[in-house]
C-alpha cells in the first residue's frame, strides 16, 4: 500500500496553530489521520461524513421550511380556522420543533 507522508510543524507563538496542535496530540494515532483528512476535505467543500450536528440541524430547516410551505386544500383550511386558532398552530409548530430537539 503507498502511502503519503507530510510533516507539519506548528507555531507555538501563534495561539490559533498552537490550540490547533494541542488538539492534534490529545487524539490517538489513527483518530489523527481521519481528524486531518476530514479537516482537508472539509476545507474543500467535499466532506461527505457529515457530522450528526450537522444532520440535525438541516433536519430542523428543512422541517421548519416545510411547515411554513406546507399548502392546504380550502376545504381543510376551513375546518382548521374552526378547529385551531392561529396561536394554537403556531404554539403546535414550535412544539414539533422543540419535540425536534429531544434527538440532539
Known amino acids: ?12 507563538d ?6 490547533a496542535a494541542e488538539h492534534l496530540k490529545s487524539l490517538k494515532h489513527g483518530e489523527q489521520n481521519r481528524f486531518l483528512v476530514g479537516a482537508v476535505l472539509s476545507a474543500l467543500g467535499e466532506n461527505t461524513a457529515a457530522s450528526p450536528e450537522c444532520v440535525r440541524q438541516i433536519v430542523r430547516e428543512e422541517l421548519a ?19 385551531i386558532s392561529p396561536d394554537t398552530q403556531v404554539q403546535d409548530d414550535l412544539s414539533v420543533l422543540e419535540d425536534l430537539e429531544l434527538f440532539g
Not at 500500500?1 to 507555538?12: D, E, G, P, Q
Not at 421550511?65 to 383550511?77: G, I, M
Open 14 to 19: 501563534d495561539e490559533y496553530e498552537r490550540r
Open 65 to 83: 421550511s416545510a411547515l411554513s410551505t406546507l399548502t392546504v386544500s380550502p376545504a381543510v383550511a376551513s375546518e382548521q380556522k374552526h378547529a
Open 1 to 12: 500500500m503507498n502511502s503519503l507522508r507530510f510533516t507539519v510543524r506548528f507555531r507555538a
